[in-house]
């Protein structure tokens, strides 16, 4: 040991500043760098969170634009499903113009209905009231065409008691519709 402090003794003084000089600077680098590693992830961090909102928001406008864009046919494909009937009511034409037509509207729609449904339970479930709304008059409507469809089949043609139950729900529909892309609009902002 005695040999060790005597060895330490030995070394110049410049030498000792020169060592503890290395020694900070060092030690100061590193600390420098650590700093500078932490402030870039910290950065990289925030980086990448604002690039994931960027791309959420994307989506959601990309998916809130289809959603518009399919709703829109369906539910115009929706109301226009139900002149024939209404004309059939007022004695304009016979069931089988009226199931023709709706035949034609059916096979010519160039969107999918359940697409509506999964747009809105997936991202704007907000909208699923007002939606339903429009699907209730939808099965009212129905059963009213089904109802009228029996009587036409035994042989009583007057759709006038019908069309006093059909003509409100077909207007309250025509509106709902309508306003429905207003809601969707809403989401946007």
């Given at each position: 040991?005695s040999?060790?402090?005597?060895?330490l003794k030995?070394?110049?003084?410049?030498?000792?500043?020169?060592?503890?000089t290395?020694?900070?600077?060092?030690?100061?680098?590193?600390?420098?760098v650590?700093?500078?590693?932490?402030?870039?992830?910290?950065?990289l961090?925030?980086?990448?969170?604002?690039?994931?909102l960027?791309?959420?928001?994307?989506l959601?406008?990309?998916?809130?634009?289809?959603?518009?864009?399919?709703?829109?046919?369906f539910?115009?494909?929706l109301?226009?499903?139900?002149?024939?009937?209404?004309m059939?009511m007022?004695?304009?034409?016979?069931?089988?113009q009226?199931?023709?037509?709706?035949i034609?509207?059916?096979?010519?729609?160039?969107?999918?209905p359940?697409?509506?449904?999964?747009?809105?339970?997936?991202?704007?479930?907000?909208?699923?009231?007002?939606?339903?709304k429009?699907?209730?008059i939808?099965?009212?409507?129905?059963?009213i065409?089904?109802?009228?469809?029996?009587?036409?089949?035994?042989?009583?043609?007057?759709?006038?008691?019908?069309?006093?139950?059909?003509?409100?729900?077909f207007?309250?529909i025509?509106?709902?519709?309508?306003?429905?892309?207003?809601?969707?609009?809403?989401?946007?902002?």
């Amino acid at each position: 040991m005695s040999e060790f402090v005597t060895i330490l003794k030995s070394i110049p003084a410049e030498a000792w500043v020169a060592i503890l000089t290395a020694l900070l600077t060092a030690g100061f680098t590193l600390l420098g760098v650590w700093i500078t590693n932490k402030a870039s992830n910290q950065r990289l961090k925030i980086q990448l969170e604002h690039e994931r909102l960027l791309k959420t928001e994307e989506l959601k406008r990309e998916k809130l634009e289809e959603l518009y864009v399919v709703t829109k046919k369906f539910l115009d494909t929706l109301v226009v499903h139900y002149l024939p009937f209404r004309m059939v009511m007022y004695g304009e034409i016979n069931f089988n113009q009226a199931l023709d037509m709706a035949i034609e509207t059916g096979t010519k729609r160039d969107f999918e209905p359940h697409r509506v449904t999964m747009l809105i339970d997936l991202y704007y479930p907000e909208l699923r009231t007002e939606f339903d709304k429009i699907m209730n008059i939808r099965e009212k409507l129905n059963d009213i065409v089904d109802g009228y469809k029996e009587q036409y089949k035994r042989g009583n043609i007057d759709g006038s008691r019908w069309l006093e139950l059909f003509q409100p729900l077909f207007e309250e529909i025509g509106i709902l519709a309508d306003g429905f892309d207003k809601h969707i609009v809403k989401l946007r902002n």
